[in-house]
């Protein structure tokens, strides 16, 4: 199995809190990615990273925040949670270099907020 | 931008029964495809890829035929068991970033 670790696996936190989700890597793949997964919309990118220090927004990264200091990991910020926010999130990584692109996933966060 | 629409579920079917699950994609340039599946309570999981037209993919008694003709990624498997009921997702890439499907969920009874 990909060296993935996420953390928390769960948490429930109230409503304007600030949540950070760890996504910890051990294969030194360039890109990390995280998702939310809701039922009727599969997966949607919320904000990925193509190296350190470099990330960009994906398909619903509103209310959201990222960073990525080391190779090895990448935070997902939630500055004020909301209950639309609750959801399970995914990190996954992948190695661009490689024409196949598998991303590989972490068992995921399942993140409730009340 | 790229999509993958995929046949909505939830499909039911009896062991020892055929599956097919229905994924077609837009996107510009050549994708490569996947299929996903999720276990209860897991992560996603590789389950067959396809690089470029024509490539079969397959993994586990499952296969899926990259047709650019039709833009189109279906799933099969002739006989499926109980240890296949799961989520199945159609996914895409065409650069580094991965488009997913809504997701099927299949439940085999015995």
Redesign the interface.
Known sequence: DAGITQSPRHKVTETGTPVTLRCHQTENHR?M?W?RQDP??????IH?S?GVKDTDK?EVSDGYSVSRSKTEDFLLTLESATSSQTSVY?C?I?D?DQ??????????TRLTVV | GDSVTQMEGPVTLSEEAFLTINCTYTATGYPSLFWYVQYPGEGLQLLLKATKADDKGSNKGFEATYRKETTSFHLEKGSVQVSDSAVYFCALTSDYKLSFGAGTTVTVRA
């Open positions: 890109y990615y998702y009727g919309h599969g997966l949607r990118l990925y193509y994906g995914f996954a992948s661009r024409r196949n692109t598998e991303a590989f996933f972490g068992q995921g």
